[in-house]
């Protein structure tokens, strides 16, 4: 946008796509007729993404309020007191309970980590309130937040807001018992069988 009226939404086309990181809508525009279309700019792996005017630009890590001010930085030079609407889309946190996996969007605004939790489908009989990491950032040197839910004092940590790319990790309970009559549930069964064949043979004789 232009405080002086100037139409920016030509300027801006539109692109589209998805990216690790998600993508970032753009929106500008003096006329009510161009408020809906905002374009959208993917986001690659590496962190960059490509803008009209400004390049590739470094975006991985900064927030929507220090994007727009970037873009209204370096629009200052080619337009009269300009203003940027940003609204970045495809947000989203991992859960991993066990072996499953849910993928959990982030895109209604700031979610906490019970609101994430729960909308991948709670923590089950199987799994450790007290057993949470929020793991976040450069998984080659992350940031790693530990969390037990299990506690009137833990439970503080629920309203921890989620970011983009986090990763929930939900340890499962050890269930040696069970596990160990899953295991030898076959062999009991086979050992039962064969000492049936075996008094019934002996009783037909």
């Known amino acids: 946008y232009s405080r002086e009226g100037f139409d920016l939404i030509d300027v801006l086309p539109n692109e589209t796509g998805g990216g690790v990181s998600g993508q970032l809508g753009v929106q500008g525009g003096g006329g009510s007729q161009n408020q809906n ?10 962190g960059y993404v490509e803008l009209p005017l400004f390049g590739r630009t470094y975006v991985l890590g900064k927030t929507e309020n220090e994007l727009e001010n970037y873009i209204e930085e370096r629009s200052s030079s080619l337009f009269n ?10 947000r989203r946190a991992f859960v991993f309970k066990g072996s499953e996996g849910a993928v959990v969007s982030l895109n209604q605004g700031p979610t906490t980590l019970l609101e994430v939790i729960a909308k991948s489908g709670g923590i089950g009989q199987d799994l450790k309130a007290y057993k949470i990491k929020v793991i976040r950032g450069d998984l080659k040197a992350p940031e790693i937040i530990d969390v037990d839910l299990s506690t009137l004092e833990g439970l503080k940590n629920a309203d921890l807001i989620v970011q983009t790319n986090d990763v929930i990790y939900i340890e499962q309970r050890l269930r040696v018992a069970q596990n160990f009559l899953k295991e030898i549930t076959p062999f009991l069964a086979l050992i039962t069988s064969l000492t049936t064949v075996v008094l019934l043979v002996k009783n037909l004789k």
């Not at 007191?81 to 495809?90: F, I, R, T």
């Open 81 to 90: 007191d300009p203003y940027a609407v940003l609204k970045v889309e495809n």
């Open 37 to 46: 279309r905002i374009p959208s700019y993917l986001v690659e792996q590496d």
